[in-house]
């Protein structure tokens, strides 16, 4: 099993044809591919607000076919580490905990504003647009 973990912000999961070239790559095994339940309800939440052609049975579906497909995908426990995170979005600290807990490399998300790479860098992180994250895999 890979050392090299990755955990996929909701941001990135969003979008469906990225989440099946991120699911692709996590097949493969070459690294970890890490999310939470959390960020599962953060972007099946976006996407029917964006989509009312999609059921949330469609979309809670595709929850199940990720989790039972990529082993050890799920981080647990990591709540107890939001409170006394800091980032200029709070709403993304619980990211930030899964990828602390989960000891991941890197965060992948389009914001990467909202994870400074000084406060990353003290967790032994760093974020990464998903264009930078393929290109190096």
Same mark, same amino acid.
């Given at each position: 099993?890979? #050392?090299? #973990? ?15 070239? &991120?699911m692709?790559?996590?097949? !493969?095994e ?5 999310? #939470?339940? *959390?960020?599962?309800d ?12 999609? #059921?949330? %049975?469609?979309?809670?579906r !595709?929850? %199940? ?5 990529? /082993? ?9 580490? +939001? %409170? $006394?995170?800091?980032?200029?979005? /709070?709403?993304?600290?619980?990211? &930030?905990?899964?990828? +602390?807990? !989960?000891?991941?490399? =890197?965060? =992948? !998300?389009?914001?990467l ?10 967790? $032994?992180?760093?974020a *990464?647009?998903?264009?930078?994250? +393929?290109?190096?895999?």
């Amino acid at each position: 099993m890979p #050392t090299f #973990t990755a955990l996929y912000d909701a941001c990135v999961l969003y979008p469906a044809p990225l989440r099946d070239l &991120l699911m692709r790559l996590a097949l !493969t095994e070459l690294f970890r591919a890490r999310w #939470t339940n *959390q960020i599962h309800d953060e972007w099946i939440r976006n996407v029917l607000a964006d989509r009312p052609d999609l #059921t949330a %049975e469609q979309l809670e579906r !595709t929850r %199940e076919l990720m989790n039972a497909h990529v /082993r050890d995908c799920l981080v647990i426990d990591y709540e107890d580490m +939001i %409170e $006394g995170l800091d980032l200029p979005d /709070r709403d993304d600290r619980h990211v &930030l905990a899964a990828a +602390i807990r !989960t000891r991941a490399s =890197v965060i =992948v !998300t389009f914001n990467l504003s909202d994870f400074p790479p000084a406060y990353l860098a003290k967790h $032994g992180l760093e974020a *990464q647009h998903p264009d930078e994250f +393929i290109t190096h895999l």
